[in-house]
């Protein structure tokens, strides 16, 4: 059985008791017993008689589709909330033509009972209209943080190839571009911070080659 082997963040592997070739299509196993259907890409160690695969799902699924789809579900979510809002709203005004007289409350009068509950029912649907207007809010907020990370490339997608290697050229570029003055030198450490981001990217994009490289 084909299992996933968490080998950096954003990547899973998938450790196999038996050897496949570059393209072969394999069925990957949850920790919860879901199968996945994934296309083999390198080999990129073995250890202890299993084989560790990178991957990609056979449905073209990756993060990007998953931030999406959260994104998609919270903007369900704010459009429920919004028609409750509106729906609360709306019975909150119920009674606003009688209400917007300011009669006062006759108490002991056979319509004082009647009356409180006209003021309650409208201070309470006000309430939950301002609560759902609220919830609806949060779920766009968080909604346009998915579509955000929805645009995200990071080592998991074979295309991180291409990405890192730009990210590569801008790293290198401003930091040749720090060291002879053609960018200013924005305070003591923004050498060392350019020359620690151009390694950062020169390690990503080995990575990325190492993941998704090579392949015929």
Known sequence: MNTYYKFTPNVFLAKCDEKHETGEEILVTTRYGKENEHIVFNL????????YYSIVRADGFNVQEWAKQRAERRLEWAASAERKSTEFYNKSNKDKDFLSLGEPIKVGHHSEKRHRKMIDDAWNNMGKSVEFSDKAAEHERVAKYWEERAKTINLSMPESIDFYEYKLEQTKEYHEGV?????????????????KAVNEAQKNYELAKRLWGNLH
Do not use: C, Q, V
Not at 44 to 51: H, K, N, T, V
């Open 179 to 195: 060291k002879s003055g053609k960018y200013p030198r924005l305070h003591s450490y923004t050498l060392t911070y350019a020359k």
């Open 44 to 51: 990129i160690f073995e250890r202890d008689g299993f084989y």
